[in-house]
């Protein structure tokens, strides 16, 4: 087989990180599924190796919402099929191809998603008919059997939130199935994805004068793999297991439940909440759903730029219903600190502030997000006073 023609993404990876998180879900399966390896950028985005000697072509699409769902024809465009298509047959047509998006399907793209499924031959042969010029296609017999083999993944996360979720529904599962209780899930994926990264942006070191002596494509096999120039985007369960054993175990002191009482960052909660009415054991009870909150936030927190937006949008929004709580329930001549907690809590929970579906996330975490705020001086119980002529607040 020849050198697989490169496409514009391997020289533009900083704005392939979509397709990096992606690739990084399949990563956390090793041991726990059929995968034995992921190449990365060959021939497509990525390629998955099966036991059984089985091969998955994929392409990641990544569709704004403003230019809405995809339809037969954006699929077979803008969404690369009939690209995806000449990939497949050059690569000898291995046993599956798959589309992978954030994109809805319309109506008659889901129909099409449902056929190639469950092998619907007739509607199967129906679409073939209808679209196998636009997959570049000579016959409709042709199209067909490309179909058949199709996969389409639609509406996996935004961009906004894939990373929260991947953490949520992937990391976290591999850390319980590994008994590694000790890291937190969100260094876990960043190291992950930083490894993803490293085998796709590897493409453009290759060196021109690599003989390709692949001849057919069920040759790929892991020894073939071991070529210099091949092996660099390989990703396998051994530098995975690598990656995960480089991220230190958890010592975030906010998380130890011996914590001091009488610290800085609990002397301002306790100090603003009593103010505004609320007694011991509301104090008592702030202070751990806090800790609940940081736990939270620590497996999503990333520490790269525009890559937290799950929580500034889950702390614009509770910083949002505390400003209507504290509205509804201000009065200058008395304290309403009891009256705003009651209401706030009756409004933070997940589905009433628009929260992302599919992280682990409930009403207590959006409480302890807003004693969060409080401490942080955002959030305020009772009307501003000064907190500096407090014995225990340190400076």
């Known amino acids: 087989m020849h050198e697989p023609t490169e496409d514009s993404g391997s020289d533009t990876a900083d704005r392939y990180r979509y397709q990096y998180q992606v690739i990084a879900r399949h990563c956390t399966e ?111 017999r042709d199209a067909i059997e490309f179909l058949m083999r199709l996969r389409v993944e639609a509406e996996l996360p935004p961009r906004k939130h894939i990373r929260a979720i991947n953490t949520e529904s992937y990391v976290r599962s591999m850390l319980r199935r590994q008994g590694k209780r000790n890291l937190e899930a969100g260094r876990v994926y960043d190291s992950i994805v930083q490894v993803v990264e490293e085998a796709s942006r590897s493409v453009a070191d290759n060196r021109e004068d690599v003989t390709w002596t692949l001849s057919c494509f069920n040759s790929l096999d892991y020894d073939t793999l071991r070529e210099e120039d091949i092996a660099r985007r390989l990703i396998t369960a051994e530098a995975i297991a690598s990656a995960v054993n480089r991220v230190p175990t958890f010592d975030n002191p906010l998380l130890q439940t011996n914590l001091t009482l009488h610290g800085q960052t609990e002397t301002r909660l306790a100090k603003k909440l009593r103010q ?60 309403y600190g009891r009256e705003m907690l009651k209401v706030l809590h009756g409004k933070l929970t997940p589905d009433s502030i628009g929260a992302p579906s599919g992280i682990d ?18 959030i305020w119980w009772s009307p501003e006073f000064d907190l500096s002529d407090s014995e225990e607040e340190v400076a």
């Open 276 to 335: 505004g009415g609320i007694g011991e054991t509301g104090i008592q009870s702030a202070r751990r759903t806090r800790r609940s909150w940081t736990a939270f936030a620590a497996q999503y927190s990333s520490p790269l730029p525009l890559e937290g937006d799950l929580i500034d949008d889950l702390t614009t929004r509770v910083l949002h219903e505390a400003a209507m709580a504290e509205a509804e329930s201000f009065n200058p001549d008395s304290t």
């Open 30 to 140: 090793f041991g726990n599924s059929e995968l034995l390896w992921v190449l990365c950028e060959w021939h497509t985005d990525y390629v998955l190796a099966l036991s059984g000697h089985r091969f998955v072509l994929v392409s990641v699409k990544h569709r704004e919402r403003s230019k809405g769902n995809w339809t037969l024809t954006s699929l077979c465009d803008d969404g690369g099929l009939n690209t995806l298509r000449a990939r497949w047959e050059e690569c000898n047509k291995p046993d599956q191809v798959r589309l992978a998006t954030n994109g809805a399907l319309d109506r008659r793209s889901k129909q099409l998603a449902k056929a190639c499924a469950t092998g619907d031959a007739k509607l199967l042969k129906d679409f073939s008919e209808e679209l196998y010029l636009k997959l570049g296609c000579a016959t409709p």
């Open 361 to 378: 996330l409930d009403r207590l975490h959006l409480l302890g997000l807003a004693y969060q705020l409080t401490d942080e001086c955002k």
